[in-house]
């Protein structure tokens, strides 16, 4: 919109060759941004990229920086021109930037500021980056966004006062922009990923993400499969509580059994959601620490039955397992040896009925 903006300007207003080729490059940096976003899975390439586009356009600038906020919540450098390597180990706290001590804080778009001695004295010191930093005598910044969330800064310095005109400020508006649409696109991209592996109500593997690493276990010849088990759940008596107390109380019961359930499991061990009330599990170890993982967590499971605001309901689950020995690499037969020794277990307790022969049958329908 802004590239249009400017060549509309430039048809309606009679313009230096200087500038009509300023607005052509501008253009052309535009677009291939645009197609370098759509094309590009790297976002780290992207913003070097975008900022190198901004230097071709700022031409008296001498270097710059894409500032990212880091884990610790300092601002990282994710991409630079005319840094050195020590750039990449800066690690620079938002209100020690320029652009914070010379707005006060209120960032809100782009920034110039020609004369960063009246800003910050000149610093000394050893490191490289910060050698650098300090022989620069001007900047124009503009803030990043995700959703409105400040996110990092975009740095673009010169090694001379009085050098940034607005004609760079809109050149790094645009890119600023950009540079925040990469991050955001990314981060919708990274969420889908998610999405696509994981049940949205529990965050364990859905069923399809489960079966691909238990396939990749099969295929890895160089894996040890001897202490390794397959686990199939499924939470008691469900579907009578949903019929009774209604499906919002049966969701708070399933997403209650999912925390329970990764507390008790191994950094090594996967866990995925089946489908309704089925869960199902591979667990490292021997028979006694798979037993043990497993009767913990239907104690911690049957002790949280204060979670449920005293309804007459009566937490628990069985399961059945069996090793990878038993299953000879066949999930479909691990599957049917896990259910065939949790239906006994569930025979055992007595809380096989009429609604669970009928869950029995849905599970062999989605196991089809």
């Known amino acids: 919109i802004l590239a249009a903006a400017l060549l509309y300007s430039f048809l309606r207003n009679p313009v230096s060759s200087s500038e009509r080729d300023y607005l052509l490059l501008f253009r052309e940096s535009a677009n291939a941004i645009s197609v370098r976003i759509m094309n590009t899975p790297d976002s780290a390439q992207l913003y070097q990229f975008i900022l190198e586009s901004c230097l071709k356009l700022i031409p008296k600038a001498k270097c710059g920086n894409v500032l990212l906020f880091g884990s610790e919540g300092l601002l990282l450098s994710r991409a630079s021109v005319g840094f050195g390597k020590g750039i990449s180990d800066l690690k620079l706290r938002l209100e020690d930037s320029f ?33 650098q930093s300090s022989a620069i005598k001007a900047e124009i910044a503009a803030p990043l966004f995700d959703n409105g969330t400040l996110v990092g800064l975009l740095c673009i310095d010169a090694d001379k006062i009085d050098v940034f005109t607005e004609r760079d400020v809109s050149a790094l508006d645009y890119m600023s922009r950009q540079i925040s649409i990469v ?7 990274s969420e889908a990923q998610h999405l696509s ?21 099969f295929g890895d010849p160089s894996r040890d499969t001897a202490n390794l088990y397959f686990v199939l759940m ?7 509580a949903n019929d009774t107390f209604g499906h919002h109380f049966g969701d708070k019961t399933i997403e209650n059994f999912s925390e329970i359930i990764k507390g008790n499991l191994g950094k090594n061990d996967l866990c995925g959601r089946y489908g309704g009330d089925e869960f199902v599990a591979v667990i490292q170890g021997d028979f006694l620490h798979v037993n043990f993982v497993l009767e913990n967590t239907r104690k911690e499971f049957q002790n949280s039955k204060s979670t449920f605001q005293d309804k007459e309901y009566a937490p628990d689950f069985s399961y059945g397992y069996n090793s990878f020995r038993e ?14 020794r949790m239906r006994e277990m569930k025979s055992k307790k007595g809380t096989t009925n009429e609604r669970d022969k009928d869950d029995t049958s849905d599970r062999r329908d989605r196991r089809r």
């Not at 707005?103 to 001695?117: A, E, F």
């Not at 991050?183 to 991209?189: G, R």
């Not at 592996?197 to 276990?217: A, C, H, P, V, W």
């Open 197 to 217: 592996r994981y049940d949205n109500q529990t965050d364990l593997m859905n069923r399809s993400s489960f079966e691909q690493e238990i396939f990749k276990i």
């Open 327 to 340: 299953g000879l690499g066949d999930l479909d037969t691990f599957y049917k040896l896990a259910e065939y």
């Open 99 to 131: 652009v914070y001590l010379a707005t006060g804080g209120r960032l809100t778009g782009p920034v110039i500021m020609n004369r960063l001695g009246d800003i910050m004295p000149a610093r000394e010191s050893d490191d490289e980056s910060v050698e």
């Open 234 to 240: 499924n939470l008691d008596g469900l579907r009578h």
């Open 183 to 189: 991050i955001n696109y990314q981060k919708l991209k």
